[in-house]
C-alpha cells in the first residue's frame, strides 16, 4: 500500500511505486443532482454572460475577478433555491469553465503548491512540479482531442496571437499571470505539449525566504541596504541562476525594498513579475519572437521606451538580447537601482555572458553593475529539492580585460548555510560615501536591520501586507521601530 506522503483540501500526494515519483490525486467531492445540473447546464445558470464578462474587464486583477465571480455564482445559487453542500468545487468548476477558460485544469491552477503543470498530449497523464515533493504524476489526463485543443484555442485568443502550422509555437500569460507554453505540430509531431509556469499570486516575502534557508537574515539585511539605498544611493543588481532556480521569486522579495515614493518599470518577454504591492509600477511585455519580425515589440525598444517614462528604476525579467546594453545605459544615465535576472550558473559567468553576443554589453561599462546574485537549484536526499542564494559577488572594477570580482557571500553546501566570506564589501563604502555616513554607521546599520528581519522571524510576521507594512514603517521612522524592539530586548547589544 503507497504511503499518504501528504494530504490537504481536495489533494492528496501518495508515494510512488519502486522508488517511482509521487501521485497527485486531485479528488472530485461526491455530487447532488442539483449540484451536478447547475454545473452541466452552467451557460443558462450565469444568465447575462457578456454583462457579467464586461463587469470582468472592469477589475484590474485575478483575485478581484474571481472574487467578483464567486459573490456573483453565489447570489444566483440562492436565487435558484440551490444550496450546495460542495459550494466551492461548484462555483469553481463554473468560472473554470466559462470565464476563466482552465477547464480540467482549474484544480491544479489553485494550487499554491504547485509550481509547473504539463500537458503532454492527450491519453497521457498531466504531470506537475510540486513545492515539496518535486515532479509528481496526476490522475487528471486529457482522453479526448476536443477539451485539450479548445483550451490551447481559449489560450491563442486570449493571448491575441494566432496559433498555426506556421506559427506552432506560443508563450504568453493567463489570466492570474501564470505563464504558459504551447507547441503544436509541426513543431510537437506527437501531439500538443503545454507548459505553464504557475504564478504566485501573493510573492514570497524576504521573511519567507530566511525560512526556506534561500537566504540568511545577514545577507537579507544586506540586500535591504543595497535595493533601498537609504533612498539616496540604491545598487544595480543581476540576478543570475539556472532555470527554476528562483530568480524572479527573489526580484519579486527583493522589491518589497524599494521605497514607496518610487516609480519603477518593468520589462518582461512574458509578465512573471508580481509588483503589485508598488503603487506606482508600469509593467511592460514584448511580443514573442513568433511574430513575425516587421510586426515585433521587442524587449529592447520597451526599455528604450521605459527611459522616456520618468522611472526612478527600471527591472528586466531575463535579459536575453540587445536589452541588455539598454539597461546598462538605464544605469549611466542615474537610475540607480536598476535590476534585471539572466541565466547563468555563476558571478563569472554572467560577466561573460553580458559581454558576448547577443548582449554584447562593452567592457567599458562593467563597472555600472554592482552586484551578482546567483540562484541555484539543489537537491538533498532528506530535504529535496532547494533553492539557495549560491553565491554574491560585488563588481570592483577592470583589470585589462578581465571584469574583477568579489565573493562577498557563498552557500556552504556540507552544512546548508549561507556565509559571509573574508572579502571586504567595498560597496559599502560607495553607498556610505554617497548617502553622506560612515562606514561605521553603515556597518551599524547593517547590524540593526540583521536584528529587526530576525525580530519579525521571531515574532511571526509573515502576511505579505504585514511584512510590507514593516518595512515601509521603518524607511519612515526607523527610530519609532527600534524603540519599540528595544523594550523587549532585541537591539539592546547594538549602540
Not at 147 to 173: M, V
Not at 198 to 224: C, Q
Not at 317 to 340: K, N, Q
Amino acid at each position: 500500500m503507497p504511503e499518504l506522503l501528504e494530504s490537504y483540501g481536495n489533494v492528496k500526494i501518495m508515494e510512488g511505486e519502486s522508488g517511482q515519483i509521487p501521485y497527485y490525486i486531485s479528488l472530485t467531492p461526491e455530487l447532488t443532482e442539483d449540484e451536478r445540473r447547475v454545473i452541466s447546464d452552467s451557460r443558462d445558470f450565469v444568465g447575462d454572460y457578456n454583462q457579467i464578462k464586461a463587469e470582468l474587464d472592469k477589475i484590474h486583477t485575478s483575485i478581484g475577478k474571481e472574487e467578483y465571480l464567486r459573490e456573483y455564482l453565489q447570489q444566483r445559487l440562492i436565487e435558484r433555491n440551490v444550496t450546495p453542500e460542495n459550494l466551492e468545487y461548484v462555483t469553481s468548476s463554473i468560472m473554470d469553465e466559462l470565464f476563466l477558460g482552465y477547464g480540467r485544469l482549474g484544480p491544479l491552477m489553485r494550487d499554491e503548491q504547485l509550481e509547473e503543470i504539463m500537458v503532454n498530449g492527450v491519453n497521457t497523464p498531466v504531470f506537475v512540479v510540486h513545492r515539496r515533493h518535486g515532479m509528481c504524476i496526476t490522475n487528471l489526463t486529457y482522453d479526448s482531442h476536443g477539451p485539450l485543443e479548445d483550451f490551447i484555442h481559449w489560450l491563442s485568443n486570449y493571448a491575441g496571437r494566432e496559433l498555426n502550422e506556421a506559427n506552432p509555437l506560443l508563450d504568453a500569460h493567463m489570466p492570474d499571470g501564470s505563464r504558459a507554453n504551447v507547441a503544436i505540430a509541426p513543431a510537437a509531431p506527437y501531439g500538443p505539449a503545454v507548459t505553464i509556469r504557475k504564478f504566485k499570486r501573493v510573492p514570497f516575502t524576504v521573511l519567507d525566504l530566511i525560512e526556506f534557508g534561500s537566504l540568511s537574515p545577514e545577507l537579507a539585511a544586506f540586500l535591504w541596504v543595497c535595493v533601498e539605498g537609504f533612498g539616496l544611493s540604491p545598487i544595480d543588481i543581476i540576478i543570475a541562476g539556472g532555470a527554476g532556480s528562483g530568480k524572479t521569486t527573489l526580484m519579486n522579495a527583493l522589491a518589497m525594498f524599494i521605497p514607496k515614493t518610487e516609480r519603477v518599470v518593468t520589462v518582461e518577454d512574458t509578465l512573471e513579475l508580481n509588483f503589485e504591492f508598488i503603487d506606482n509600477w508600469v509593467p511592460m511585455e514584448a511580443s514573442p519572437s513568433v511574430i513575425t519580425p516587421e510586426h515585433r515589440l521587442s524587449m529592447h525598444s520597451l526599455l528604450k521606451n521605459s527611459l522616456r517614462m520618468r522611472p526612478d528604476r527600471v527591472i528586466v525579467g531575463e535579459v536575453r538580447g540587445s536589452e541588455a546594453e539598454t539597461l546598462f545605459v538605464a544605469m549611466d544615465i542615474g537610475l540607480d537601482g536598476s535590476m534585471g535576472t539572466l541565466h547563468a550558473n555563476n558571478a563569472r559567468e554572467t560577466t561573460i555572458r553580458l559581454m558576448d553576443e547577443p548582449m554584447n554589453v562593452p567592457l567599458r561599462m562593467m563597472p555600472l553593475l554592482n552586484l551578482i546574485v546567483v540562484t541555484n537549484r539543489i537537491f538533498d536526499r532528506k530535504k529535496g529539492m532547494l533553492r539557495r542564494v549560491t553565491q554574491v559577488s560585488e563588481v570592483s572594477g577592470i583589470e585589462g580585460d578581465v571584469v574583477q570580482l568579489g565573493d562577498i557571500f557563498y552557500h556552504d553546501l556540507n552544512n546548508d548555510v549561507i556565509k559571509r566570506t573574508d572579502y571586504p564589501i567595498l560597496l559599502t563604502e560607495r553607498i556610505a560615501k554617497e548617502c553622506g555616513i560612515t562606514k561605521k554607521r553603515l556597518n551599524t546599520e547593517l547590524l540593526i536591520r540583521e536584528k529587526v528581519l530576525k525580530y519579525m522571524m521571531a515574532k511571526g510576521i509573515r502576511g505579505h501586507n504585514d511584512v510590507l507594512k514593516f518595512f515601509h514603517l521603518y524607511h519612515q521612522d526607523p527610530k519609532l521601530i527600534l524603540s519599540e524592539l528595544k523594550e523587549g530586548g532585541s537591539l539592546n547589544n547594538i549602540a
